[in-house]
């Protein structure tokens, strides 16, 4: 009896090991939110439901009816449907412009000689026809032209025929044409041998359009074979398309806060990319876990197990940049009392399967927010808990808290977070009109992406689940942050701030030492400035808690003795980069550095701190847009380009604006912002120009 007893404390003992062990071996493992609100979110919501939405919207790439053009389309009707049915009634769909768009109605082509077998039809699979094409109804010979080069359209008479390619339509369309061919069929694909049936939604752009099929690459090695063996092939081609004039359409949903006064959290996934385009990752799995998001937390709410926030969440499903743009433009009262937004992309990729991580981009250093690091820590939370791990004692433990579906993977969470990434909606609440810092959650890479293999067959219900349960977790945790949830969410910036810091300041030291006598002045003085741009940052990263609780002296006093904790790290960092510069030199046998130097124009930099005036805000999305051509020409701006953006000769202009928002950067602060954060940053000289012209356009005084 007595062993059975000892035997039993010897067991629990050894779990409890075990369970210590795991603890220590994990790391953040701390969760931002009470873990029984954590579990909730887990437990209510459901990846195979964000599954099934996606299998219902977009089961595969089909053809768009005129119809769906002249009311609300398929996808608007669904999203506001299903909220109804979760109990969101004030749901509905925004109309917020027209917009003309190309459709393709019907595509076949068929070899005539010395075959007659059909080659491709619009009607099973969509992406066959390139987007932008003319309708058109002939008869032609083929011609191959490899990939395209001036050389290989030379060698061959086009007239009268169609040409057949490996390059991308768009590539080779004008110049094809050009030299006599009628039409194009392109067996182009991103990742032929990883997929040799897949398509890419590509097309033709062009002020002559004629038409282009689009051709899987086992199809086209076998066309291709057949050319380059001589054999005369003719093909009958019938294409018939139209331009359609259509709504852009809104769906949105709003999850009222306690308080009606205070401010609001926003969620974005575009519901379409263009209208032709369905892809089930690109970006319907975005906009089915947004759904999830809005059904979990409105059913945790309305149940009362959850306790509604003081703040409002919003959701919007729009048209990527065409619908998020106009609704910024149109709602600049509800953007003025935004904190934050969060961007689902791209987010139920099977990861395993693809060789993908699931990823955060966090803001950049002209938006600096907490959001980042509150995100950031249920991404670490998230994959601490979803792995299984050889621990202290004996055993394999499980996820200490899994997040799997019914129907999906049990991998381990991949995830990884990097620096800030646009191209997406995000970016519109980020502009320097707008002023809400955003980030973006998306996998990547995506081998289907763009093409006609994103299907529903390549997401995963696990993935769908743990994207769901990271952006509810996110984005409840700041609506419904009172003053102690704010002071933790400052500890939590302060403690990630601090890694940072030395992590580049490790960076930069393995750079001191691999530096040259010629390079180490150069060497030394990157380290110093970079510590000087990360402390700007986290310092200013940490004053944006300050929003949640305004009128707390408390928060006040603990942000400030945060922010005075990472100015004495960066002091020490700063003695370790002193010392490795004077063991390099040593070691070099070259004097050390004494100080560091500034050039005439990084004194003058040093002096000036510009601060965006009003009519940035006033004037709202795209006001880098809005300054006259003659101005950006006189200060030099002009890169003779067009396109968004693309007229500056700054690479990274809007940044650089939005880094004079406070007025406590000074042009040299800027300059350091910017080199710790793209390679291709833009030179002093650059950035002083460019904010002489954003003075003399009235939009920053110094």
């Known amino acids: 009896m007595n062993n059975c007893k000892y035997k039993l404390i010897f067991v629990l003992s050894l779990l409890a090991s075990i369970a210590t062990g795991q603890n220590y071996t994990t790391p953040f493992n701390h969760c931002l939110l009470k873990e029984t609100y954590y579990d909730l979110l887990i437990g209510e919501s459901s990846g195979d439901r964000a599954y099934y939405y996606i299998i219902d919207i977009a089961p595969y790439e089909r053809d768009r009816k005129h119809a769906d053009y002249?009311?609300?389309?398929?996808?608007?009707?669904?999203?506001?449907?299903?909220?109804?049915?979760?109990?969101?009634?004030?749901?509905?769909?925004?109309?917020?412009?027209?917009?003309?768009?190309?459709?393709?109605?019907?595509?076949?082509?068929?070899?005539?000689?010395?075959?007659?077998?059909?080659?491709?039809?619009?009607?099973?699979?969509?992406?066959?026809?390139?987007?932008?094409?003319?309708?058109?109804?002939?008869t032609a010979q083929l011609a191959w032209i490899g990939r395209g080069n001036d050389y290989e359209i030379a060698a061959v008479d086009l007239k009268g025929k169609i040409a057949v390619t490996e390059a991308a339509a768009s590539k080779v369309h004008d110049k094809a044409i050009e030299a006599g061919a009628i039409g194009i069929i392109s067996y182009y694909s991103p990742r032929p041998l990883i997929d040799p049936l897949q398509i890419p939604n590509s097309g033709i752009r062009s002020e002559k359009p004629?038409?282009?099929?689009?051709?899987?690459?086992?199809?086209?090695?076998?066309?291709?074979?057949?050319?380059l063996k001589g054999e005369a092939i003719t093909v009958h081609a019938k294409v018939e398309t139209a331009e359609e004039e259509t709504d852009i359409e809104v769906p949105t949903c709003l999850l009222p806060g306690t308080d009606p006064n205070a401010e609001e959290v926003i969620f974005s996934a575009h519901l379409f990319e263009g209208y032709v385009k369905l892809g089930a990752n690109d970006n319907i799995s975005g906009s089915a876990a947004l759904l999830e998001v809005a059904r979990t937390l409105n059913e945790l709410?309305?149940?009362?197990?959850?306790?509604?926030?003081?703040?409002?969440?919003?959701?919007?499903?729009?048209?990527?940049?065409?619908?998020?743009?106009?609704?910024?433009?149109?709602?600049?009262?509800?953007?003025?009392?935004?904190?934050?937004?969060?961007?689902?992309?791209?987010v139920g990729l099977w990861l395993s399967k693809s060789g993908?991580?699931?990823?955060?981009?966090?803001?950049?250093?002209?938006?600096p927010h907490y959001l980042s690091d509150v995100a950031e820590s249920f991404y670490h939370y998230m994959g601490a808990t979803n792995k299984s791990f050889v621990a202290t004692g004996m055993g394999r433990p499980d996820a200490l808290k899994p997040v799997y579906s019914l129907t999906g993977s049990q991998d381990p969470f991949y995830y990884s977070i990097n620096a800030h990434y646009g191209a997406s909606d995000h970016e519109v609440f980020n502009d320097w009109g707008v002023q809400v810092p955003a980030v973006i959650m998306i996998t990547w890479p995506d081998n289907y992406y763009h093409t006609s293999g994103d299907r529903p067959s390549i997401c995963d219900p696990t993935?769908?689940?743990?994207?769901?349960?990271?952006?509810?977790?996110t984005a409840y945790t700041i609506a419904a942050a009172d003053e102690n949830q704010a002071l933790t969410i400052a500890n939590e910036v302060s403690a990630n701030a601090a890694k940072r810091m030395s992590i580049k300041a490790g960076d930069d030291l393995a750079g001191l030492f691999q530096a040259t006598g010629d390079q180490l002045a150069a060497s030394y003085k990157k380290a110093k400035?970079?510590?000087?741009?990360?402390?700007?940052?986290?310092?200013?990263?940490?004053?944006s808690v300050m929003e949640l609780a305004p009128a707390s002296t408390i928060l006040r006093n603990h942000i400030t003795t945060l922010q005075t904790a990472l100015q004495e790290k960066s002091q020490s960092n700063g003695k370790e980069i002193d010392a490795a510069m004077k063991a390099r030199a040593a070691v070099l046998n070259v004097a050390p550095i004494k100080r560091i130097e500034l050039t005439a124009e990084e004194k003058n930099a040093a002096r000036i701190f510009p601060r965006s005036t009003a009519k940035v805000k006033e004037t709202g999305y795209?006001?880098?847009?809005?300054?006259?051509?003659?101005?950006?020409?006189?200060?030099?701006m002009s890169k003779g380009e067009s396109g968004p953006y693309a007229r500056?000769?700054?690479?990274?202009?809007?940044?650089?604006?939005k880094l004079t928002v406070s007025g406590k950067n000074s042009l040299l602060d800027i300059k350091k912002m910017q080199d710790i954060q793209f390679p291709d940053a833009d030179s002093l000289e650059d950035i002083v120009r460019f904010l002489e012209m954003l003075k003399e356009a009235g939009l920053v005084t110094y």
């Open 70 to 138: 002249q009311g609300l389309f398929m996808e608007s009707n669904y999203v506001v449907d299903k909220l109804k049915s979760f109990g969101i009634q004030n749901a509905t769909t925004e109309r917020v412009g027209k917009t003309k768009t190309w459709d393709g109605i019907s595509a076949s082509l068929w070899e005539t000689s010395p075959k007659q077998v059909k080659i491709a039809d619009y009607q099973d699979l969509a992406a066959t026809l390139g987007q932008g094409s003319k309708s058109a109804d002939v």
């Open 210 to 227: 004629t038409f282009c099929f689009n051709l899987t690459p086992r199809d086209g090695y076998a066309l291709r074979d057949r050319l």
């Open 301 to 346: 709410f309305e149940s009362g197990k959850l306790p509604r926030p003081k703040r409002s969440i919003r959701f919007i499903w729009i048209p990527e940049f065409q619908g998020s743009i106009p609704w910024a433009v149109q709602h600049k009262e509800i953007l003025d009392k935004t904190l934050c937004g969060i961007n689902l992309d791209m």
């Open 356 to 367: 993908s991580y699931y990823c955060l981009h966090r803001t950049t250093m002209g938006n």
């Open 463 to 473: 993935q769908l689940h743990r994207a769901i349960v990271l952006a509810a977790a």
């Open 529 to 543: 400035f970079n510590q000087d741009a990360l402390l700007i940052n986290e310092k200013a990263t940490l004053e």
């Open 622 to 636: 795209g006001v880098l847009r809005s300054i006259p051509k003659e101005l950006i020409e006189k200060h030099k």
């Open 648 to 657: 500056m000769a700054v690479a990274h202009g809007d940044d650089i604006a």
